[in-house]
């Protein structure tokens, strides 16, 4: 048999710092993954709180809205039926229907919408660091 050279023994060696290297950078990666975890937890909690509230004021805008053109209507109604004043009745109907437009339109906010693409944003980002962290390749590697 033949004895090793220099250069087969330094390619055994630099193999095996490799497979070293590799290692920590994916105990490293699941480390981080694992911070992130918990920062993505907690901007979701916070983002469905923040959605929650939005949702809650965009409803009563919109009952208080509702209510608002349903009494404008029906006052319209009343003035066309007993028609004492027919230009009063119209005028009121037409500002009922603006109303209920105006309400309808409004009903979800941009500022929900993009609270909601946030979330989706953070979810995804959030199931991404769960898989580095249960040892899963990342999709980048």
């Not at 004043?85 to 409004?106: E, F, H, P, Q, T």
């Not at 500022?111 to 040892?135: C, F, H, M, Y």
Request: aromatic share 2%; net charge neutral; proline share 2%.
């Amino acid at each position: 048999m033949r004895p090793k050279s220099r250069a087969e023994g330094g390619a055994v060696s630099l193999h095996r710092l490799s497979e070293t290297v590799e290692r920590i950078e994916s105990h490293a990666e699941q480390a981080a993954a694992e911070l992130a975890i918990a920062r993505y937890e907690k901007e979701i909690a916070e983002l469905e709180a923040q959605i929650k509230a939005t949702d809650e004021t965009n409803h009563t805008r919109t009952g208080f809205g509702c209510a608002s053109a349903i009494a404008l209507a029906v006052i319209a109604l009343s003035l066309a039926l007993s028609e004492s004043n027919l230009a009063a009745a119209a005028i009121l109907g037409l500002a009922a229907i603006a109303l209920a437009v105006v309400v309808y339109r409004s009903a979800s906010s941009t500022e929900a919408t993009s609270l909601k693409a946030q979330l989706q944003g953070r979810r995804l980002k959030l199931a991404r660091n769960r898989r580095i962290a249960d040892g899963e390749p990342s999709p980048l590697s």
